[in-house]
């Protein structure tokens, strides 16, 4: 089973910064099979990105993602205030595993 | 549009078995397998299994293979998840989520908080 581990836990960040989200594999992980999703309190998580860096239908281009083999990345190049939330990875190999989620927070 | 419609929350005792189910609607139920996903209090997602709504065939998580078992209703469009011998680790809010085919899942129920004390 591969597993996902991501980092760092939490992000303190302010509107306007940089994000920086690590997602790393155990074993290499096809790109076609990496996503990413976004939740926030109280509500299901939403795709936003799929084969590692393709943007879902609706997703702002501030989202970004990249990586391949064991290493990934989600960028969000300018954060907004309603991007506060906790994100975790995806893939999909002989089984499915999510990471263990990195919560963006505002500092 | 693409829903997908849980049943409500539940209470159960500890050893009980629990049944949610996941209503589909807005696109062709048999073309998208369905996955089963959790999330305890406070903690991140977990996935449970998936079901091939077309011919049935199932693939669990080796951590829920013994207590788990997915079905589904071609003819109500609806997949079903249950969960035996519950403890109070299995206090969580379950989602059923709709899997795209190439790697991802692109929709999600709304979410069924199953409560399980004594």
Known sequence: EIVLTQSPGTLSLSPGERATLSCRASQSVSSSFLAWYQQKPGQAPRLLIYGASSRATGIPDRFSGSGSGTDFTLTISRLEPEDFAVYYCQQYGSSLSFGGGTKVEIK | ?118
Not at chain 2, 68 to 85: G, K, P, Q
Not at chain 2, 113 to 118: E, N
């Open chain 2, 1 to 118: 549009q693409v829903q997908l419609v849980q049943s409500g929350s539940e209470l159960k005792k500890p050893g009980a078995s629990v049944k949610v189910s996941c209503k589909a609607s807005g696109y062709t139920f048999t073309s998208h397998a369905m996955n089963w996903v959790r999330q305890a209090p406070g903690q991140g997602l977990e996935w449970m299994g998936w079901i091939n709504t077309g011919n049935g065939n199932t693939k669990y998580s080796q951590k829920f293979q013994d207590r788990v078992t997915i079905t589904r209703d071609t003819s109500a469009s609806t997949a079903y998840m249950e969960l035996s011998s519950l403890t109070s680790e299995d206090t969580a809010v379950y989602y059923c989520a709709r899997w795209r085919g190439s790697g991802w899942i692109d929709y999600w129920g709304q979410g069924t908080l199953v409560t399980v004390s004594s």
